[in-house]
């Protein structure tokens, strides 16, 4: 695989450029630079909000935050993204309803002070490379981000787990997405060469290798729809009534044998939707066994089942989603694909062997772009960190 074929579609890196818009801006060099990843899910869709079992990586998409604190209560924020300017006051957080981006950085300033962290203000610039809306992430790790900058510049004493939560709790209360914990919680505590296995119920987490024999394929559909916050708070509800008529807390705690003997009580779809999330969750802890085995084909099989699961069950893939998937299914090399995120459009992840990475590129894009008349963006990512200073 050449390097420049691994970067097609890849956009520059914020990290080479956030010091010099920083200093363009306030005329200083900044305090601290904090970057916080995106992230790609392995496998345990939709599982995260039912206490169940994920297994995300963080990846080599970032979103930095250039930063120095202030003297005031003011929050001045410049988007490079969105050329953009904000600022609020700790004193009075509110919604922006004009600079929409900067309700992230808001949310976050809030739990913190409501959960009773003392702040300060500061000065801030951002910028990133992870696409958004395409499922990688880019809120939860702006979230992440922006808490990880105030931690540091006001020495608070918050764990990354406490941290993960408080920005998850910052995106359910103020930004109004009833999104899990899993993404948040990668952002802050990922591994380089590791996914993480995460117990949503306990938030027991564990790292998992990555095998140097499989190279993590993104194809991002290039597709965007509204629909997914309302879509994804309607599953929720799904599996909110079907927990309830299991007469189990959450949907982790049904065992597949219950939902075998039940389901006739259950009426559709969720019954079709209890039946993804207890089959992933078994799924997830399959897949890590596969991985720790060293087992590519059978981890492969998995996401395969898993996006069968989300298409046909779940209901939560799309026209375009199913197209990639499918192509990517047809590669020499290929040990599994599926779409990652919440879905209805974004991007799919796929295990590949290293040495069709190439063909795996090149294939993947023309069936694509013939079918759908859309360019894909395909690269290869690297597992990475979590939140860090720079
Ligand atoms: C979004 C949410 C996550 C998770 C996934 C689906 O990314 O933010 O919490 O629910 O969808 O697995």
Known sequence: MSPRSSDLGKPPDPKDSIAAHYRERHGSTPVIIVAAPGRVNLIGEHTDYNGGFVLPAAINRHMVIAASPREDTLVCLHSVDFSSDASFSL????????????????????????AGYELRGMNAVLAGNIPIGSGLSSSAAIEVATAYAFRTLNDLPLDLVTLAKLCQWAENEFVGVKCGIMDQFISALGQAQHALLIDCHSLDHRLVPLPAEMSLGICDTKVRRD????????????????????????????????????????????????????????????????????????????????????????????????????????????????MTGAGFGGCTISAVRPDAVGAFQAQVSDKYKSATGLTPSIYVCQAEAGVRLL
Do not use: K
Not at 94 to 105: F, L, M, R, V
Not at 275 to 282: A, D, L, T, Y
């Open 227 to 338: 629909l997914v916050s309302s879509a994804y708070n309607e599953r929720r509800a799904q599996c909110e009534t079907g927990a309830q008529l299991l007469g189990v807390p959450s949907l982790r705690d049904a065992e597949w044998s219950t939902f075998e003997d039940r389901q006739q009580e259950l009426p559709e779809p969720v019954r079709q939707r209890c039946r993804h999330v207890i089959s992933e969750n078994q799924r997830v802890l399959d897949a890590v066994a596969a991985l720790e085995e060293g087992n590519l084909p059978a981890f492969g099989m998995l996401m395969n089942q898993s996006h069968e699961s989300l298409r046909d069950d779940y209901e939560v893939s799309c026209r375009e989603l199913d197209i990639m998937v499918e192509a990517t299914w047809e590669v020499d090399g290929v040990y599994g694909s599926r």
């Open 91 to 114: 004193d009075a957080i509110s919604h922006d309803t004009q600079a929409e981006w900067s309700n992230y950085e808001r949310a976050v300033a809030w739990a913190l002070q409501e």
